[in-house]
């Protein structure tokens, strides 16, 4: 039987998007209608942007560890989160975590390193792009990574925060994602973007970004999928 998938989610369009595609992508694997076992914990999202906002990660890893203890008393065998922000409190939740972690950034990164690209562009909240949540991962396989400007950071995290999380999507801000991301090509010699926020990719795909892109949600799904049927 496949392992039973745990979601510790943060955002719901974005967790919504992880259990869909694990889901949808499933069936070829397993058959019509089959997927493995999932289960989803979600606190408030405000209960995780309060702590977030006075830069308390070590509160915010209480909260994941609060989710993975429910989750693995649901059954789950593993735990996934589609959430790359709060990945920065991931040092707290590993080694007590009663349950193991794929880590989205470590996902990416691999798959990054399997297609070949050497120089990332970075997208998602402010709190996610000024962290080491993917520099970590990056530079330990030798891909180099650039950031956004300041005011563009501000900007992206205005609509994740103020649109995306709520469902919205506005073709403007599809433009300005894309002028940014241009940019980064341009400037930078960026040679594909990471969707560092799990809604983005609900905006952005190969098909309208300027650069190749590597999907955070989608990519951390597969893995989670791949892992649940060995």
Same mark, same amino acid.
Request: charged residues 25%; proline residues 6%.
């Given at each position: 039987?496949?392992?039973?998938?745990?979601?510790?989610?943060?955002?719901?369009?974005?967790?919504?998007?992880?259990?869909?595609?694990?889901?949808?992508?499933?069936?070829?694997?397993?058959?019509?209608?089959?997927?493995?076992?999932?289960?989803?914990?979600?606190?408030?999202?405000?209960?995780?942007?309060?702590?977030?906002?006075?830069?308390?990660?070590?509160?915010?890893?209480?909260?994941?560890?609060?989710?993975?203890?429910?989750?693995?008393?649901?059954?789950?065998?593993?735990?996934?989160?589609?959430?790359?922000?709060?990945?920065?409190?991931?040092?707290?939740?590993?080694?007590?975590?009663?349950?193991?972690?794929?880590?989205?950034?470590?996902?990416?990164?691999?798959?990054?390193?399997?297609?070949?690209?050497?120089?990332?562009?970075?997208?998602?909240?402010?709190?996610?792009?000024?962290?080491?949540?993917?520099?970590?991962?990056?530079?330990?396989?030798?891909?180099?990574? !650039?950031?956004?400007?300041?005011?563009?950071?501000? /900007? *992206?995290?205005? @609509?994740?925060? #103020? $649109?995306?999380?709520?469902?919205?999507?506005?073709?403007?801000?599809?433009?300005?994602?894309?002028?940014?991301?241009?940019?980064?090509?341009?400037?930078?010699? !960026?040679?594909?973007?990471?969707?560092?926020?799990? /809604? *983005?990719?609900? @905006?952005?795909? #190969? $098909?309208?970004?300027?650069?190749?892109?590597?999907?955070?949600?989608?990519?951390?799904?597969?893995?989670?999928?791949?892992?649940?049927?060995?």
């Amino acid at each position: 039987m496949p392992r039973h998938i745990g979601i510790v989610a943060c955002s719901a369009e974005g967790a919504a998007l992880c259990y869909r595609t694990i889901c949808a992508e499933a069936a070829p694997l397993l058959g019509p209608h089959a997927h493995p076992e999932i289960s989803l914990h979600s606190h408030s999202l405000a209960d995780y942007m309060a702590p977030i906002e006075r830069g308390d990660w070590a509160a915010v890893g209480e909260l994941m560890l609060s989710s993975a203890n429910k989750l693995k008393a649901a059954g789950a065998d593993f735990l996934i989160c589609p959430d790359n922000t709060i990945h920065q409190a991931m040092h707290y939740v590993d080694g007590r975590s009663p349950l193991p972690w794929l880590h989205i950034a470590k996902v990416v990164a691999d798959e990054a390193t399997r297609r070949g690209y050497r120089r990332l562009a970075l997208t998602g909240t402010r709190w996610l792009v000024e962290s080491g949540v993917y520099p970590e991962q990056l530079t330990e396989r030798g891909i180099e990574y !650039c950031r956004p400007k300041a005011e563009e950071r501000a /900007e *992206i995290a205005r @609509i994740i925060m #103020d $649109e995306l999380v709520y469902g919205i999507f506005k073709p403007e801000s599809v433009a300005y994602f894309q002028q940014v991301i241009a940019r980064l090509k341009d400037e930078s010699g !960026c040679d594909a973007v990471v969707l560092g926020c799990t /809604e *983005i990719p609900l @905006i952005l795909s #190969d $098909e309208n970004s300027p650069l190749p892109t590597l999907d955070s949600t989608r990519l951390l799904a597969r893995a989670a999928l791949k892992k649940a049927i060995g």
